[in-house]
T-cell receptor, first 107, second 113 residues
Framework: GQNIDQPTEMTATEGAIVQINCTYQTSGFNGLFWYQQHAGEAPTFLSY????GLEEKGRFSSFLSRSKGYSYLLLKELQMKDSASYLCSGGYQKVTFGTGTKLQVIP | DAGITQSPRYKITETGRQVTLMCHQTWSHSYMFWYRQDLGHGLRLIYY???????DKGEVPDGYVVYRSKTENVPLSLESATRSQTSVYFC????????????FGPGTRLTVL
């Protein structure tokens, strides 16, 4: 089975850097995935990690440590539009999602 | 327009009624998924399909039926709706196995009275 935990809420300042953590306990793990979801909208795929290390994609980076069951999403140069929920998920086909971290970016 | 669409976007029904939610994608992606999203639970997988005529249960399949006869369509049926099935339903698709749900549809908000 899989269990994914992430903080419920976070607040950060515009222009700053924020790190959203995700821990997981899983069997049949194939990858760790991050999504962004604005209120009232569908999730949007951001990134995935299969191997340990950091994957960078513009202002967003994602890190994975399989031995520690740990991942984080790093958002740089925060913008107001980054206010959203960030969903961590893992598994293979039968993926499990965390409940999401609601990020509020303040001026 | 190309992409993944869901219909209807909003549906109100009564307990015991049969309901079908539709999902259509124009990319010919092999993998398609149905999720429900509820406060406090996040996204939960109902069913997924690796190809036409191939489906498998997810985390919360009870009360739902999925039969995918064509690559581009995957209907989700509620045989006899219950109030606990009030939720937002998302369909998703992906090209391959690497990313299980790469593209999401806009969602259907279902209310069961």
């Amino acid at each position: 089975g899989q269990n994914i935990d992430q903080p419920t809420e976070m607040t950060a300042t515009e222009g700053a850097i924020v790190q959203i953590n995700c821990t997981y306990q899983t069997s049949g793990f194939n990858g760790l995935f991050w999504y962004q979801q604005h209120a009232g909208e569908a999730p949007t795929f951001l990134s995935y990690n299969v191997l340990d290390g950091l994957e960078e994609k513009g202002r967003f980076s994602s890190f994975l440590s399989r031995s520690k069951g740990y991942s984080y999403l790093l958002l740089k140069e925060l913008q107001m539009k980054d206010s959203a929920s960030y969903l961590c998920s893992g598994g293979y086909q039968k993926v499990t999602f965390g409940t999401g971290t609601k990020l509020q970016v303040i001026p | 327009d190309a992409g993944i669409t869901q219909s209807p976007r909003y549906k109100i029904t009564e307990t015991g009624r049969q309901v079908t939610l539709m999902c259509h994608q124009t990319w010919s992606h092999s993998y398609m998924f149905w999720y429900r999203q509820d406060l406090g639970h996040g996204l939960r997988l109902i069913y997924y399909s690796a190809a036409a005529d191939i489906t498998d249960k997810g985390e919360v399949p009870d009360g739902y039926v999925v039969y995918r006869s064509k690559t581009e369509n995957v209907p989700l049926s509620l045989e006899s709706a219950t109030r606990s099935q009030t939720s937002v339903y998302f369909c998703a698709s992906s090209v391959g196995e690497e990313v299980p749900s790469e593209f999401f549809g806009p969602g259907t908000r279902l209310t069961v009275l």
